[in-house]
């Protein structure tokens, strides 16, 4: 008779978003997952095979919890520029107060895309995800004339290079009020 299921997967998930993101893949094992999510063994590997399966999965479970932390706001019928500002404000609040160091997708870009096409596929399609989110941001202020008229996708690329320098300024200790200083200063220059 085959065993059921008595754990939820997100328990796990959890777990492994956690340990991963705060160890790397690489300094975290099964066995950190097992422990940390209180789900026996074999359940675990029942679920998810084996730790790059995992790996993928808790990716996937952080794109999910971005979406709706970051991306949803930017989503609704009259985004503008003040939305823009308000949406680094959450960027920066989060960096800030996060028990995780940096962004989890950034850190797997780094540590596993470039030898795990699972990873590099989840990865493309969170920044393709921010990158049209940002368009249509932007388009809206272009349209209502918040912006300074360049071509789109340079502004688009503009604003992830923002998101990514919060990234790497959050890495190396630089303080609150340098982060919120860069944002202002950089979505300044948007304006027209």
Not at 6 to 24: I, N, Q, S, Y
Not at 61 to 82: A, M
Not at 100 to 114: K, M, N, P, S, T
Not at 145 to 154: A, H, S, V, Y
């Amino acid at each position: 008779m085959a065993r059921t299921r008595e754990f939820e997967p997100e328990t796990v998930l959890d777990a492994a978003l956690d340990l991963f993101w705060r160890k790397g893949y690489k300094a975290c094992s099964m066995a950190d997952v097992v422990r940390q999510s209180g789900v026996a063994r074999y359940g675990v590997y029942q679920a998810f095979k084996d730790k790059d399966q995992l790996y993928c999965a808790a990716l996937k479970r952080y794109q999910q919890k971005v979406h709706d932390y970051f991306v949803k706001p930017l989503c609704g019928s009259r985004v503008n520029y003040d939305s823009l500002v308000q949406h680094f404000d959450r960027v920066l609040d989060q960096l800030e107060n996060s028990e995780h160091e940096g962004c989890f997708a950034h850190q797997a870009a780094i540590e596993r895309a470039g030898c795990d096409d699972n990873v590099n596929q989840i990865i493309n399609s969170i920044f393709a995800e921010n990158r049209r989110t940002y368009r249509v941001v932007i388009e809206h202020a272009l349209a209502d004339g918040e912006m300074r008229p360049l071509p789109i996708d340079d502004l688009v690329t503009f604003v992830m290079g923002i998101e990514r320098a919060l990234i790497a300024m959050t890495k190396q200790n630089c303080s609150l009020q340098e982060r919120q200083d860069y944002v202002r200063c950089a979505l300044t220059l948007l304006k027209p």
